[in-house]
Antibody, heavy 121, light 113 residues
């Protein structure tokens, strides 16, 4: 059974860069599927950030596209999120998740427990 | 972006009774080439991540109790919980995957009356 675990700093200063990693166990990223990031805040609810295929195919939400990068490291079986120039509005619980494998199956069938990131000086 | 609107924001239902949650999309989620509705439902219990319940508007995931049912087509969808159990206390979300960006509804909180 696939398990996902987010890690990274819980506190980031405004204007700096948020970096999170999702370690995947019980399943090889190289076998397929897409791997995504979703965040949740009281103000915006659940917000899809983007997802990546092990081949490097990636999609981002347009509102964050200029600041976000998602990468995958198949050797470590993990994928990462980088969000630059953060502000208080980026404060949220960040989830990593596995997106179903089919090209049209853009829903998330396994989720990490989430990690709270607070943007504050 | 496709806006997803859920109603009600919250509802209280007695144990064993039915809960009905509505989800309306800003445009059709029914794709003409495959005649499928690109909508999923999730359950989020307190302190936990969302859990996928239903995809394609009405297909239950493996292991999801059959008291959970999804229906609707086009722009109007429902999640029904027949015979509410205590463990069903949660916030429920719909999500469209018809087009990027993927978007979620605001959630419906289900409580026990």
């Amino acid at each position: 059974q696939v398990q996902l675990q987010e890690s990274g700093p819980g506190l980031v200063k405004p204007s700096e860069t948020l970096s999170l990693t999702c370690a995947v166990s019980g399943f090889s990223i190289s076998q397929g599927f897409y791997w995504g990031w979703i965040r949740q805040s009281p103000a915006k609810g659940l917000e899809w950030i983007g997802h990546i295929h092990h081949s490097g195919i990636v999609d981002y939400t347009p509102s964050l596209k200029s600041r976000v990068t998602i990468t995958v490291d198949t050797s470590k079986n993990e994928f990462s999120l980088t969000l630059t120039s953060v502000t208080a509005t980026d404060t949220a619980v960040y989830f990593c998740a596995r997106r179903s494998s089919g090209y049209d199956e853009q829903y998330f069938d396994s989720w990490g427990r989430g990690t709270l990131v607070i943007v504050s000086s | 972006d496709i806006e997803m609107t859920q109603s009600p924001d919250s509802l209280s239902v007695s144990l064993g009774e039915r809960a009905t949650i509505n989800c309306k999309s800003g445009q059709t989620l029914l794709h003409s080439f495959d005649n499928r509705n690109y909508l999923a439902w999730y359950q989020q219990r307190p302190g936990q991540p969302p859990k996928l319940l239903i995809s394609w508007a009405s297909t239950r995931e493996s292991g999801v109790p059959d008291r959970f049912g999804g229906g609707g087509s086009g722009t109007d969808f429902t999640l029904t919980i027949n015979g509410l159990q205590a463990e069903d206390v949660a916030v429920y979300y719909c999500q469209q995957y018809f087009s990027i960006p993927l978007t979620f509804g605001g959630g419906t909180r289900v409580e026990i009356k």
